[in-house]
């Protein structure tokens, strides 16, 4: 069973950067795909953003593209989300999941 411990949220001002981690614990880590959402005030959890279980394949929400990248590193059992040029509507829970399991999510606050 694989667990996972999102990091590196933060509050920023628009236009900043973040990069998340969510690291995992568990053999299946390196089989599995793993993805990015978020959740903000008030509204359903989204898609942000996803890879392939051997990082060949990305894919983003229309809303992210070109601002975040997806990446892996199976060695360290760790996903990460790197986030340029933030919006206040970038704003939200991150949550990260692998299968069927999610971590525990963390806060990005952009301000405007």
């Known amino acids: 069973q694989v667990q996972l411990v999102e990091s590196g949220g933060g509050l920023v001002q628009t236009g900043g950067s973040l990069r998340l981690s969510c690291a995992a614990s568990?053999?299946?880590?390196?089989?599995?795909?793993m993805g990015w959402f978020r959740q903000a005030p008030g509204k359903e959890r989204e898609f942000v953003a996803a890879i392939s279980w051997n990082g060949g394949s990305t894919s983003y929400a229309d809303s992210v593209k070109g601002r975040f990248t997806i990446s892996r590193d199976n060695a360290k059992n760790t996903v990460f989300l790197e986030m340029n040029s933030l919006k206040p509507e970038d704003t939200g829970v991150y949550y990260c999941?692998?299968?069927?399991?999610w971590g525990q999510g963390t806060q990005v606050t952009v301000s405007s």
């Open positions: 568990g053999r299946a880590f390196k089989n599995v795909a």
């Open positions: 999941k692998g299968g069927s399991v």
